[in-house]
């Protein structure tokens, strides 16, 4: 958030129009203090950042996590698999693909974890139907609202900082509904440039200007006026002890790298960041996708690798889940185009101390002709388990069905309960 060389309040009251250009009003509506510990948890009790890293586009599941001992694997994609000899060992029935090398490491550790065959009720082909009814995560009813905005709203009222989004001018899906959330291209814009560019002495006075003259200006307005403009500034003020992003972890110069970096920092500087959701597009490789020399898919697991590995050595001792999501994975046989068209279960991975890694998770069906669905890996596994299971045995969900209705969870042992 940025004014342009706004006057300082001083003893006067802000014009309306002074405050709208400063941009808080439109800030403030997503900059509203987002409550995010369930009603039954103790105030005290630490729970863990839960990063939603989604791949829009359709990530191909099984070009990252390759099925090496599956022959039919080798026979459907002549032109674009991976060669088991390339890939990084995990078990033995799969390997890494090589540019995700960095995230070894981590898979040795036990703090990286992979569910392959995942996917959802919806068959949709269709990006913006998958991915509504993805976020909706609620097929079968009538519910409008995502679901991670159903994960705030069935929590309790104690304050935390915000659930924001980071990395996307996009306000995700799974937002959508009444609980308070943040939206933020980057921490470091959302600030008051008269006030920041000021000694912190002088800055501090010049926000409780601010402050005063909001308060006074609002002073006879409805609550869901006052209240979202006076966060605006309390949240201005709470990311101004946020410390710079690292420049010892080695994050790319690019929107993943930023993201991950600056939750990085929020989180280091002690800023209460209970759920994080950011973008990583451009999945969608009908054609040209490469295979391990360079390419396409190449560099987009390069910079996700990259990016990860950086995330968890800049947060290492802070407790932080990040799990994937992508609206649908790809047909198992390629195309004509050395590409691979859209289709229905993938793979999903888990990251973080509360995981239990160095495994694959779920069940395999197998990609032989037999076993496929409509040409498309079998879904063996359901999305929404595996996000029940972060969120009650790492950020604290109490009963799930408020946040995934008309779904009965299975439990897939994919994480430990703090």
């Known amino acids: 958030m940025g004014t342009n060389s706004a006057e300082p309040a001083c003893d006067r009251l ?60 080798y026979l459907a994609r002549p032109g674009v698999a991976i060669p088991a000899s390339e890939t990084v060992y995990l078990d033995g029935h799969f390997g890494l693909h090589p540019s995700l090398g960095p995230l070894q490491t981590l898979w040795q550790g036990g703090t990286f974890a992979a569910i392959p065959a995942v996917g959802h009720p919806d068959r949709s082909r269709s990006h913006f139907q998958a991915i509504r009814e993805m976020e909706r995560a609620a097929i079968g009813t009538t519910t409008h609202t995502g679901w991670i905005d159903r994960f705030l709203s069935s929590a309790g009222s104690q304050p935390a900082f915000h659930t924001i989004s980071l ?18 291209a980057r921490p470091k814009d959302f600030r008051l440039w008269a006030a920041d560019d000021k000694d912190p002495g ?15 200006m609002y002073r006879d307005s409805p609550t869901i006026l006052r209240e979202p403009a006076i966060s605006a500034l309390a949240t201005v003020d709470r990311l101004r002890g ?26 280091r500087g002690g800023v209460d960041v209970h759920l994080a959701a950011m973008e990583f597009g451009d999945w969608d490789m009908h054609e040209g996708m490469g295979t391990v020399a360079g390419g396409w898919l190449n560099d987009h697991l390069s910079v ?17 889940t990040l799990v994937t999501l992508s609206e649908f994975g790809r047909r ?28 694959l998770h779920g069940r395999w069906p197998g990609v032989g002709p037999e076993h496929l669905d409509a040409g498309d890996v079998a879904q063996t596994s359901d999305y929404r388990d595996v996000l029940i299971e972060v969120l009650q045995k790492r950020a604290g ?16 042992g994919v994480c430990h309960r703090r």
């Open 332 to 359: 198992v046989h390629q195309n004509d185009s050395e590409g691979v068209d859209h289709g229905h279960a993938n793979t999903m991975l888990l990251f973080g101390s509360g995981v239990n890694g160095g495994r």
């Open 397 to 412: 969900l109490g009963d799930y069905s408020q946040v995934f209705p008309n779904h009965r969870y299975a439990e897939m």
């Open 202 to 216: 002088e800055s501090r006075r010049e926000l409780d200007r601010w402050r005063n003259a909001l308060t006074q």
């Open 167 to 184: 990395g996307s001018s996009a306000v995700p899906q799974s937002f959508i509904g009444p609980a308070r959330e943040l939206s933020l």
């Open 304 to 320: 996700f690798a990259r990016n990860v590995s950086a995330f968890f050595q800049d947060v290492a001792g802070h407790p932080v």
């Open 14 to 73: 802000l014009a309306r129009r002074d405050v709208l250009k400063a941009g808080l009003v439109g800030a403030a509506s997503l900059a509203a203090l987002a409550v995010v510990r369930p009603a039954s948890a103790s105030a005290d009790v630490v729970r863990d950042t839960v990063v939603v890293l989604s791949l829009r586009g359709g990530f191909d599941g099984i070009s990252a996590v390759v099925p090496v001992a599956d022959p039919h694997y």
């Open 242 to 267: 946020v410390p710079e992003p690292s420049t010892a972890a080695d994050y790319g110069d690019d929107e993943l790298g930023h993201a991950l970096a600056d939750l990085a920092a929020l989180i």
